[in-house]
C-alpha cells in the first residue's frame, strides 16, 4: 500500500486522471485509513472544481497558485507551525 509521501506526490496525477486503476486504486485504500491524505485530497479536488470554474477562460495567475501551494505545503508538515 501507499504511504503518505507516495499518496501525496500522487495528488496531481490522480485528480488529472492519470493514473494507473492500479495506482488509483491503492490511493483509495489509502485515503480510506489516512484522514490527512484524504483531507488533502478533498481539499486539491475541490480547488480544482473553483478553479475551473472561475478561470474557465483565464490561466490561473502563477502567484496566486504559489501563494496556495504555500499555503498547503505548511498544512501539510504538521509542526503546527505556518509561515
Ligand atoms: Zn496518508
Redesign the pocket.
Known amino acids: 500500500m501507499a504511504?503518505?509521501n507516495e499518496?501525496?506526490r500522487e495528488l496531481e496525477t490522480f485528480l488529472d486522471g492519470e493514473l494507473t486503476d492500479d495506482a488509483r486504486a491503492g490511493i483509495h485504500a489509502?485515503?480510506g485509513g489516512?484522514t490527512?491524505?484524504?483531507q488533502a485530497f478533498d481539499f486539491h479536488a475541490e480547488l480544482r472544481i473553483v478553479i475551473s470554474t472561475k478561470c474557465q477562460n483565464d490561466p490561473m495567475p502563477a502567484d496566486l497558485m504559489a501563494k496556495i501551494e504555500r499555503c498547503f505545503g505548511a498544512d501539510l508538515d504538521g509542526d503546527g507551525q505556518v509561515g
Open positions: 504511504d503518505c499518496t501525496l489509502h485515503l489516512c490527512d491524505c484524504l
